[in-house]
């Protein structure tokens, strides 16, 4: 899977509803630690050291830990070899626990005791790490953060075991705490009182954020397991006939879709049932996680070159509706077979 796109998503993923659901659980700790920083150096060593050196130790030894563990994440999903349908399970899973922790943090009692938390003895330990006032020890408590995730950050982790990739589950999980930055940087030139209330006024626009991050990660696993229902416009395109589509002379026929960067197209064909059939899927200059190609009800997986034309073998299909969709869940298509020659161009 693509590492670029999966830094994206997790920097976006940690810029928009990471940073207000970790400062919720983890801003205290950042907060306290840099409290007794400035309570126990003397007011020169301070001055020499800035207030940000405390908040970039900190920030560091998170991105650190969490970087080591998509890695790690990435490499046991590689080890595995998750499926189509494993992985869109995976990102379900994800979204799931995005919606539990949401409700959670609205407020929703009903959710509180399902909702899974790390053990008690984590919290401890980074708990301790928080109230030392060594030089290192805002970084060894960043790296610590690691034992005690948010609930988005488990969600994030979810999506590197999907990469299967050491590189690709890395590039989510650092993407994701430097999506968090900004927000842990700003809470830093807080005392804890002051971050302790800015926090409970961030509860209720957290978890929209994260129920928003939700619906777009369940939409995703649906695609890429091949059942998300076709759109009312999707569904009528299918009965337009597709250029694509080609009749060969030996009675075979072939399906051309381009991959490009954002989209495939087209995204509803229409083509013979009963007859052998060859997808070709082409790009050109093409990026991102559609160069990700997944037939989830096939089984297939395909990484496409930037430039050029992979051929895929379908067969002799029957009739019924084969998906197409990028290894993230994020783009896709139907082509559609039908005993008709209608939408096969000669």
Not at 85 to 97: F, I, M, Q
Not at 272 to 291: E, Q
Not at 305 to 315: A, K, Q
Request: aromatic share 6%.
């Amino acid at each position: 899977m693509d590492s670029t796109t999966l830094f994206l998503t997790g920097l976006t993923t940690g810029l928009f509803a990471g940073g207000a659901s970790c400062a919720a659980v983890q801003g205290g700790l950042l907060a306290g630690a840099v409290g007794r920083r400035a309570a126990s150096w003397s007011p020169e060593a301070w001055e020499r050291s800035g207030l940000f050196t405390p908040v970039a130790a900190f920030l560091g030894g998170k991105l650190a830990s969490h970087t080591l563990l998509g890695a790690a994440l990435g490499l046991a999903g590689a080890a595995v070899q998750p499926g189509p349908r494993t992985r869109a399970v995976l990102l379900v899973a994800g979204a799931v626990l995005m919606v539990l922790f949401a409700l959670d943090m609205l407020g929703v009692r009903a959710v509180r005791h399902i909702v899974p938390r790390p053990p008690a003895s984590w919290g401890r330990t980074v708990r301790r790490s928080a109230k030392s006032t060594a030089v290192t020890a805002p970084a060894v408590l960043g790296f610590l953060t690691v034992l005690i995730p948010c609930g988005v950050t488990l969600s994030v982790e979810l999506i590197a075991v999907t990469s299967a990739s050491p590189l690709a589950g890395a590039a989510v999980m650092a993407g994701f705490v430097i999506g968090t930055g900004p927000l842990f940087a700003l809470l830093g030139f807080f005392l804890r009182s002051a971050a302790t209330l800015w926090r409970g006024r961030l509860t209720l626009v957290t978890g929209a954020l994260v129920l928003l991050v939700a619906v777009w990660t369940l939409g995703s696993g649906l695609r890429l397991g091949g059942w998300w229902p076709a759109p009312a416009a999707e569904a009528a395109a299918v009965a337009v006939p597709a250029q694509a589509v080609r009749a060969n002379p030996d009675g075979t026929q072939t399906i051309t879709v381009q991959a490009r960067t954002d989209s495939y197209a087209p995204a509803a064909i229409t083509a013979a049932a009963s007859t052998p059939t060859k997808l070709v899927v082409a790009t050109k200059g093409t990026g991102g996680c559609v160069r990700s190609f997944v037939l989830p009800d096939r089984g297939v997986q395909k990484v496409l070159p930037v430039t050029g034309e992979t051929v895929i073998d379908l067969g002799t299909p029957g009739p019924g509706t084969l998906t197409f969709t990028c290894g993230m869940g994020m783009y896709g298509g139907r082509i559609t077979f039908q005993h008709t020659t209608q939408g096969t161009a000669r």
